[in-house]
């Protein structure tokens, strides 16, 4: 059986701005990932990045500077 780890979680309101954002991952190589929204987050546009806590601070720079509207959660994942 996996055990869980705790994650940051970013979720965003619209598609087009996840995948605006999973773009900039693949030219800045940003560490995380899109998966789909999880279920322990109720609302969002199915999808979201996640990454480890210790990632967080990076991921958080490339995303104020693309001005996408998002929300970011702890979660055990």
């Known amino acids: 059986m996996l055990q869980k780890q705790k994650a940051v979680v970013i979720s965003f309101d619209k598609t087009v ?29 199915g999808l979201a990045w996640r ?14 500077a693309l001005g996408v509207p998002h929300k970011v959660h702890t979660l055990m994942l």
């Open 17 to 45: 701005d996840a995948m605006r954002f999973d773009d900039e991952h693949e030219k800045g190589g940003l560490p995380g990932r899109l998966i789909p929204l999880p279920q322990e987050i109720g609302s969002g546009c």
């Open 51 to 64: 990454m480890k806590p210790e990632e967080y601070e990076e991921v958080k720079a490339a995303i104020d």
